[in-house]
């Protein structure tokens, strides 16, 4: 399964960015589908999810500004992040979970959150 993300870029604090990845398959077919980030000397954290169905879950880091969501007819899982803060600052990658518990990861896209 290749994922290929894309919308990263540079902004400023408050500002907004939009994240899509696009899934080289049938998007319904996985279990779950979610984005990661991963800031500079730190772990890979979990920053949304949208899973069989659509249950959607959100790290309390981002409840409240960022949306996921995914175009089912385009095969793609996207990430809108609204009021960005300095500490959004990361690499942002896409994963799909399949139902064999098998993961996929896109190639991450950068985000920067500077004045």
């Known amino acids: 399964v290749q994922l290929q993300a894309s919308g990263g870029g540079s902004v400023q604090p408050g500002g907004s960015l939009r994240l899509s990845c696009t899934v080289f398959?049938?998007?319904?077919?996985?279990?779950?589908a979610r984005w990661y980030r991963q800031a500079p000397e730190k772990e890979r954290e979990f920053v949304a999810s949208?899973?069989?169905?659509?249950?959607?879950d959100y790290a309390d880091s981002v409840k409240g500004r960022f949306t996921i969501s995914r175009d089912i007819a385009k095969n793609t899982l996207n990430l809108q992040m609204n009021n960005l803060k300095p500490e959004d600052t990361a690499v942002y990658y896409c994963?799909?979970?399949?139902?064999?518990?098998?993961?996929?990861w896109g190639q991450g896209t950068q985000v920067t959150v500077s004045s």
């Open positions: 398959s049938r998007i319904l077919s996985f279990r779950a």
């Open positions: 994963n799909v979970l399949t139902n064999s518990r098998r993961n996929y």
């Open positions: 949208i899973s069989t169905g659509t249950n959607i």
